[in-house]
């Protein structure tokens, strides 16, 4: 899944590059990676400590 570039020099200068092997699995990665940035960027959801109430008092009122 891995490949491993090593440089061509015989001077130890920069250490080895490691990237994903399979194209498949980096399409799918790269689409991953700009879902997670939309779901930081994407405002925060509203909670609230109660559940909301749908209708109005006539609806809600006890009825004989």
Not at 26 to 45: D, F, H, K, S, T
């Amino acid at each position: 899944m891995l490949a491993v570039d090593e440089p061509l020099s015989t001077k130890p200068s920069r250490p080895a590059l490691y990237r994903v092997a399979d194209s498949n699995l980096r399409l799918y990665l790269a689409i991953l990676r700009g879902a997670q940035e939309q779901a930081r960027m994407a405002p925060p959801r509203r909670r609230t400590a109660y559940p909301r109430v749908t209708g109005t008092r006539r609806d809600r009122r006890k009825r004989p």
